[in-house]
């Protein structure tokens, strides 16, 4: 209980809305808790919404089954036991640190303790057919570059072209790294014979892991039995290939392109601009400027200048990435 005191309350309870999950302890009343947190310019609510940011709650209401609490776990709120209110107010009136009286942590614990149990078991599932995540994890190189790689094909059934005939194939290639040390590494790959096919075809190289460099290999020779170019001409050759090849796309935005590479990055991506030919947008440009479209020399410079700064360094085309939303076994 507050103790008596002649002097005014400090306002240890300001910017704070209060709520209790359920009936009071020690035959408190709801008058006492609005006045004394009143006196101390907070606010206590009978009832429980967004705005709350403390729920006052027992032991025995935070395990039952209340609504009250279910909904405040949810939401970013304080869940505090009765005596975080009772001793803020007692001996110096301070407000005592929640992470003492907080209920959240342990039902946070509890969940977390699950989620893990949960985690592990979906692993070793999976690790029957293909990687377990718990156990490996994506190998990045010493720039930063994922090894996970997408290789997509577009395919088209039936003597029609069209939407509902066409399907987009795509192989996930992954090199993995073991979390433990010394490292071993593992390839394998993940095939989807659409999208959304929740019935994909996994393929390990071998069935154990191995050294960095033989694994690395398996990963360039199925790259290359695929798309049909080399992993260190990727880039100067993507989009380049019949459509019959598995198609890869190469990071760009400043992302990593990785290692192995015939060239730095911006003068492959340059060649590979050269070998697909201008863009269309490019061809437009210059047929109107092959007509002679009217117009002052600065007005012609201007929009030269502003040509270049569309394109960029690599051109329009070339800004393309892939962003599949999709979790599965190849993350980390």
């Excluded at 002097?7 to 359920?22: D, E, L, N, T, Y």
């Excluded at 071993?184 to 075809?201: E, I, R, V």
């Excluded at 996994?202 to 080399?230: C, I, N, S, W």
């Excluded at 003068?267 to 479209?293: K, M």
């Amino acid at each position: 209980m507050p103790r008596n005191s002649f002097s005014s309350p400090k306002p240890i309870f300001r910017g704070r809305v209060i709520a209790a999950a359920g009936p009071l302890p020690d035959k408190n009343t709801v008058e006492n808790f609005k006045n004394w947190t009143k006196l101390r310019k907070g606010e206590f609510r009978t009832t429980f919404d967004e705005s709350v940011t403390h729920l006052l709650c027992s032991e025995e209401q935070f395990n039952a089954d209340n609504a009250i609490v279910k909904k405040a776990l949810r939401l970013k709120c304080h869940i505090v036991r009765y005596e975080w209110f009772l001793l803020s107010m007692g001996g110096r009136e301070a407000r005592q640190p929640e992470q003492d009286y907080d209920l959240r942590a342990k039902y946070n614990k509890k969940k977390e303790k699950e989620r893990r149990a949960t985690r592990l078991e979906r692993g070793k599932r999976l690790a029957e057919r293909f990687i377990d995540p718990n156990l490996y994890q994506i190998f990045d190189d010493d720039l930063l570059f994922p090894y996970k790689v997408e290789l997509t094909r577009l395919t088209v059934h039936g003597p029609e072209a069209g939407p509902e005939r066409e399907q987009l194939e795509k192989y996930t290639l992954c090199l993995y790294k073991s979390r433990a040390k010394p490292h071993l590494y593992w390839f394998a790959a993940k095939y989807s014979k659409s999208k959304g096919d929740n019935q994909p075809h996994y393929y390990r190289e071998t069935d154990f892991p191995t050294l960095q460099h033989t694994q690395m290999d398996a990963f360039r020779a199925f790259f290359k039995l695929k798309t049909g170019v080399p992993w260190s001409e990727r880039i100067i050759r993507q989009a380049t290939m019949p459509a019959e090849y598995f198609q890869y796309t190469a990071p760009t935005g400043g992302k990593s392109t990785g290692r192995d590479k015939l060239w730095s990055r911006y003068f492959c991506f340059e060649l590979n601009r050269a070998i697909r030919g201008p863009s269309l947008d490019e061809i437009d440009t210059s047929e109107v400027q092959e007509q002679g479209v009217p117009g002052t020399e600065g007005d012609q410079d201007a929009r030269s200048s502003q040509s270049g700064d569309s394109e960029g360094l690599f051109g329009r085309d070339m800004d393309i990435d892939s962003n599949d939303a999709d979790r599965d076994p190849c993350d980390n």
